[in-house]
């Protein structure tokens, strides 16, 4: 079993719906969360980081990690044709290495 | 722009020979990681350094070496490189050691021919 599951999609929808992605954990010692976005040819920018579970926001984008059930989760409101990339979830238990999920290929169709 | 650089960007070889890629990390952090991506594999962690001491080792081949400098830049040796061996490379950096989030750069695509 892998440690961090993503479902590698590729997941298409409209412009202008809410995207979900979603990752399961199997190490209950991650303590730290973080979203990556990945364009084609170019390194994993970090979308969001957190640490606890809940709810945390920036602009059109919500982080929620549950870790009653190791699950977290990526949502994207008012999605664009420019949010078109892979996305990676990653988790770290603390002085210990970021593990990645395989990443979810997401595309908007304008 | 993350403010890790890499170079080169690209890096044609023949196999068995040997490359070398650079990083220089984001103004203030002190770890340095390499991280493989090839098609098939995802992000594979290599290994990481703090402040020049190396901190943690990951599926790293032994034809494959890295130091970071008292500048806190770093290079990944590629030694006896085999077709497999091509894959786009990634640095990243974070200001602590195990508890901050990583910061990319935008990687060397090694071909290895």
Same mark, same amino acid.
């Given at each position: ?5 993503q ?16 990752c399961?954990y199997?190490?209950?010692?991650f ?14 920018e970090l979308?969001?980081?957190?640490y606890?579970s809940?709810?945390?926001e ?9 870790k ?5 989760s990526?949502?994207?409101?008012d ?5 078109s ?7 770290l238990?603390?002085?210990n ?8 290929i997401l595309?908007?169709?304008? | 722009?993350s403010?890790v650089t ?21 103004s203030? %952090? =002190?770890?340095?990681y390499?991280?493989q991506? /090839? @098609?098939?594999? &995802?992000?594979?962690? !290599?290994?990481?350094?703090y ?9 790293i081949?032994e034809?494959?070496s890295a130091q970071?400098?008292? %500048? =806190? ?6 030694s /006896? @490189?085999?077709? &497999?061996d091509?894959? !786009? ?9 195990g508890?901050?989030?990583?910061h ?10």
């Amino acid at each position: 079993q892998k440690e961090v599951e993503q479902d590698p999609g590729p997941l298409s929808v409209p412009e202008g719906a809410i995207v979900s992605l979603n990752c399961t954990y199997s190490n209950s010692a991650f303590q730290y969360f973080m979203w990556y976005r990945q364009y084609s040819r170019k390194g994993p920018e970090l979308l969001m980081y957190t640490y606890s579970s809940g709810n945390k926001e920036d602009g059109r984008f919500t982080a929620q990690v549950d870790k009653s059930s190791k699950y977290i989760s990526l949502f994207i409101r008012d999605s664009q044709p420019s949010d078109s990339a892979t996305y990676l979830c990653a988790t770290l238990e603390y002085g210990n290495k970021l593990v990645f999920g395989a990443g979810t290929i997401l595309r908007v169709k304008s | 722009d993350s403010g890790v650089t890499q170079t080169p960007k690209h890096l044609i070889t023949a196999t068995g020979q040997r490359v070398t890629l650079r990083c220089s990390p984001r103004s203030g %952090d =002190l770890s340095v990681y390499w991280y493989q991506q /090839s @098609l098939d594999q &995802g992000l594979q962690f !290599l290994i990481q350094y703090y402040n020049g001491e190396e901190r943690a080792k990951g599926n790293i081949l032994e034809r494959f070496s890295a130091q970071q400098f008292p %500048d =806190l830049h770093s290079e990944l040796n590629l030694s /006896s @490189l085999e077709l &497999g061996d091509s894959a !786009l490379y990634f640095c990243a950096s974070s200001v602590g050691s195990g508890d901050s989030p990583l910061h990319f750069g935008n990687g060397t695509r090694l071909t290895v021919t």
